[in-house]
């Protein structure tokens, strides 16, 4: 089910990257939003990856017994990773020559509907998620 989750959000973040490159001849500042989201991603995976490993080692070092077990967990994480970095890898190298035939396979996103999937993927990030613990503190 992790999969189908992170093919959803690659989708959505696909989404919001193709509108900011149609539109990036009525505004020149989305070249750098787009760029901007690309870097956050990429950074937010690898940091994600690091975050896992970590506890995976934490629980590796209290448990003992069950190492194997942790270390396909630990391979999972990183091929879950390399394929996170891998799309948006992908991304990066798409011209905007090549944007225009990329452009056919996907659904025009509209303005309303970029600012909801901003809202979404910024309701994933950790702040984000743990924002009511900061305001009950």
């Given amino acids: ?50 975050k896992a490993i970590k506890s995976q080692k934490d629980e590796d070092s209290s448990e003992g017994a069950h190492h194997a077990k942790d270390v396909e967990t630990t391979g999972q994480i990183m091929h879950r990773a390399e394929s996170r970095k ?3 890898r992908s991304i990066i190298k798409t011209g905007p020559s ?3 035939t990329l452009k056919m396979n ?13 809202r979404y993927l910024a309701s994933m990030r950790p702040f984000a998620q743990s924002f009511d613990i900061y305001l009950t503190q």
Wanted: negative net charge; contains cysteine.
């Fill in 98 to 100: 090549q944007f225009s």
């Fill in 86 to 88: 891998k799309f948006l």
């Fill in 1 to 50: 089910q992790a999969s189908g989750g992170e093919d959803e959000i690659q989708q959505l973040q696909k989404a919001l990257l193709d509108y900011l490159d149609e539109n990036t001849e009525v505004d020149a500042s989305l070249v750098f939003s787009r760029k901007f989201y690309i870097a956050q991603w990429f950074r937010d995976t690898t940091m994600e990856t690091e």
């Fill in 106 to 118: 996907s659904d025009t996103v509209d303005y309303e509907d970029a600012c909801l999937i901003v």
